[in-house]
């Protein structure tokens, strides 16, 4: 099941006119929502970046905090894996094409949930292999518009190589990935680049940064310069869906020794047990 507009419906029983602004400008934002234990991951977290990118494009928030916290729930309860992502999606509503923004016009409310299943196993243990490209995307990344146009084009660079991420750089920096933040590995000490506009602000690097403090790891939240990147001892990948992930070659050469390496082990055991102990704990 899925929800649009007020009403729970089979997906294929869902339809939006042609003359959504999401189809016809991309004029919309959205969100990923981990679900584990259908708790949600985050909720205030991923409700507060959701307002960030509403302001980012000035629309009115259709919903309080506790009326999306509702929403989401039902449709939890509508689906049945325990674990699910929820995509939440809102667009400036349906009006004849004008850029100007429509008066009075209600916005699209589209949200669907899908089986989360964690990466496989065989990938955590040898790595995976992204590229690098230049970050050619407009200068508002912190705000997560559905209008993925740059991040398709630059994902599919990696997909025709069989990799699995393109890592950007822009002006010699490291950003983030096409669907993903990174974190660099040098000399034992994580490198985060730090947030701004380039990048967006990923619920899952908060944590990886919250566990570095928490577990007196060290850490750097810098820029990180694209030689820095290429020759580091370690590169991490993170996201809602694919928690995080090593990669182990970057523009087909190895990254470090070329095998997942300690702060992965260390980050990836730490990120487990804190959503589990989060998550799955029911008392
Ligand atoms: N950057 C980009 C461009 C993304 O699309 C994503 C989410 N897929 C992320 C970073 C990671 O954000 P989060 O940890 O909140 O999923």
């Known amino acids: 099941m899925i929800y649009l507009n007020g009403k729970f419906m089979p997906i294929h029983e869902a339809f939006v006119p042609v003359l959504d602004r999401g189809f016809i400008f991309g004029d919309g934002v959205y969100e990923v929502i981990p679900v584990y234990s259908r708790k949600l991951f985050r909720l205030n977290e991923h409700l507060n970046r959701l307002q960030h990118s509403l302001d980012g494009i000035r629309l009115k928030n259709p919903h309080s905090s506790e009326e999306w916290q509702h929403l989401l729930e039902q449709l939890i309860d509508y689906n049945d894996s325990d674990d699910q992502y929820i995509y939440l999606h809102i667009t400036r509503g349906v009006a004849k094409r004008d850029h100007a923004f429509p008066v009075n016009v209600a916005p699209t409310i589209f ?27 407009w200068v508002r990344c912190d705000v997560k518009a559905i209008s993925l146009l740059p991040n398709v084009l630059l994902r599919q660079l990696a997909v025709d190589v069989h990799a699995i991420e393109t890592i950007l750089i822009r002006d010699g920096f490291l950003t983030e990935g096409a669907a993903s933040n990174i974190f660099v590995v040098k000399d034992n000490t994580l490198l985060a680049p730090p947030k701004s506009n380039l990048m967006l602000p990923g619920i899952t690097y908060d944590v990886i940064l919250e ?18 990147t290429r020759n580091a001892d370690e590169i991490l990948l993170t996201s809602s869906t694919k928690e995080v992930l090593p990669i182990t070659t970057l523009d087909e050469k190895p990254v470090g020794d070329g095998k997942p390496s300690i702060m992965f082990n260390r980050l990836y055991t730490l990120y487990q047990d804190f959503k589990n102990t989060r998550m799955r704990d029911s008392s």
């Open 211 to 228: 566990l570095a403090v928490t577990h007196h790891i060290p850490h750097e939240v810098r820029q990180i310069s694209e030689t820095e």
């Open 111 to 137: 949200i669907m949930s899908n089986p989360l299943l964690p990466p496989a196993t065989a990938l955590l243990s040898s790595g995976v292999s992204a590229i690098t490209a230049i970050d050619n995307r």
